[in-house]
């Protein structure tokens, strides 16, 4: 019988040094992250997209192109295959009739974090990981933690006081050992890798700096395709943080080619970022291979204040080489948009999802996206963890009194 996994070895992203992928792993020796490699020719002798399409709705159908190597090892909420919603009626008033949005609202955690949880906690359970450590944003401590109580496995999280409040209650419900810092996630990274040192039985699986968190995340770019039915968009936008996400659907589309499943032009790739907190926009303007850090970093799009990721330069190589672009946005204007999606199509989603909604309208404004192209959003989590985005202004009726009428003009 075929492996589960075709997973082959390890890749500094750098200096494309090789690793053994069997033995627990952090970044390279040139401090890069290291990405996982298949055999190829094998998943494309033995499986057939028709194969795939026909297994059980979750990110698993693709595990050859995963580093899980035994399906005992699977750690699983029921994560993946997210609807590819189109978006006909706010499509429409945006001037691009053919855009749809990959929803993440709807997966274990409410955030596209489940994912690299699920593929990260799952690796790392199989390599003899007892206890995870991270810094956040709030969404990936929230999964982790919650990832590792399914696994039996101790989480350690630090996140910012900033950071959405429902992901404190996560860690806290699953268990994690949770502190919160008044500082960035940079901040929050400093002290976890100072405790990791000290402790036994932790790994630290910071952005990037562990292999397979990445390799969940590209699961995006395996569903859409697959959604599309084997078929690419022109464009994708995703709202960039540490950019894993972004990373990852470019790796995903590099592999699907690869495996023969899909041939042509990459879509467009959109780093999408606030201005507020804008690394990688700024140097993508400036033509250069990496960014510099974000200074007084603030946005209401949480998950995207990263003041300078360690994968810059991989977000920076996805927009090039697919001819995509890097665009900040006001969060005056990604407010809008969060609240026009959910009046025009009953979606609330999350505000880093909104991010590229209000880019789509500027990029579509610009002439940068023409009227005729399929354009694909990632919405990376639910608006429902965030109900502070939205200011809810209503009278309280007396038990005895009576709603008024409806104005005239209504
Ligand atoms: C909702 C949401 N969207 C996007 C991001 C950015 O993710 P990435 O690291 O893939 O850029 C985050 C990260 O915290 C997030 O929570």
Not at 24 to 48: F, H, K, M, N, W
Not at 283 to 288: N, P, Q, T
Not at 382 to 390: D, H, I, S
Request: aromatic share 6%; hydrophobic share 40%; charged share 20%.
């Amino acid at each position: 019988m075929p492996a589960y996994s075709a997973l082959s070895h390890l890749e500094c992203s750098r200096t494309g040094s090789r690793h053994d992928p069997d033995v627990i792993q952090g970044t390279s020796p040139a401090g890069a992250p290291l990405l996982a490699r298949y055999d190829v020719e094998r998943v494309r002798a033995t499986v057939t997209k028709e194969e795939i399409a026909a297994r059980p709705a979750s990110l698993w159908r693709y595990h050859e192109m995963l580093p899980v190597r035994s399906e005992r090892n699977v750690v699983s909420l029921g994560e993946g295959m997210t609807p590819l919603l189109d978006l006909p009626r706010y499509g429409a008033a945006l001037g691009v009739p053919a855009l749809r949005m990959k929803d993440e609202s709807l997966i274990p955690s409410g955030s596209f974090k489940a994912r690299g949880a699920a593929v990260g906690v799952s690796r790392a359970a199989e390599l003899g990981v007892t206890g995870i450590a991270m810094p956040t944003n709030g969404n990936a401590g929230a999964a982790w933690s919650l990832y590792a109580a399914r696994a039996g496995m101790r989480s350690l999280v630090a996140m910012p006081t900033d950071a959405p409040e429902i992901t404190r209650t996560e860690c806290v419900v699953s268990g994690a050992e949770l502190y919160l810092v008044d500082g960035l996630i940079g901040d929050a990274g400093r002290l976890v890798a100072a405790a990791v040192a000290e402790r036994t039985g932790y790994q630290e699986i910071s952005t990037l700096k562990e292999p397979y968190r990445i390799e969940g995340k590209k699961t995006m770019g395996y569903e859409i395709v697959e959604q599309l039915g084997w078929r690419m968009p022109d464009v994708i936008l995703y709202p960039t943080g540490g950019g894993v996400g972004i990373i990852g659907i470019h790796k995903a589309l590099l592999e699907l080619r690869e495996l023969g499943w899909i041939d042509g032009d990459l879509p467009r790739l959109v780093a999408v970022q606030a201005t507020g907190c804008a690394p990688i926009v700024e140097a993508y303007e400036r033509g250069a291979r990496e960014s510099e850090p974000f200074p007084d970093a603030r946005t209401v799009a949480f998950g995207i204040t990263v003041p300078k990721a360690l994968g810059d330069f991989l977000v920076l190589d996805a927009v090039r080489e697919t001819g995509g672009t890097a665009i900040a946005v006001t969060d005056e204007d990604l407010l809008a948009a969060q609240a026009a999606l959910a009046r025009v199509e009953g979606a609330f989603i999350c505000p880093e999802g909104a991010a590229c909604f209000a880019a789509v309208e500027q990029l579509r404004a610009s002439g940068w996206l023409r009227g005729d192209e399929e354009v694909v959003v990632l919405n990376t989590g639910a608006g429902l963890k965030y109900p502070e985005t939205v200011p809810v202004d209503v009278p309280t009726l007396p038990v005895d009194g009576r709603i008024p009428d409806l104005p005239e003009s209504a």
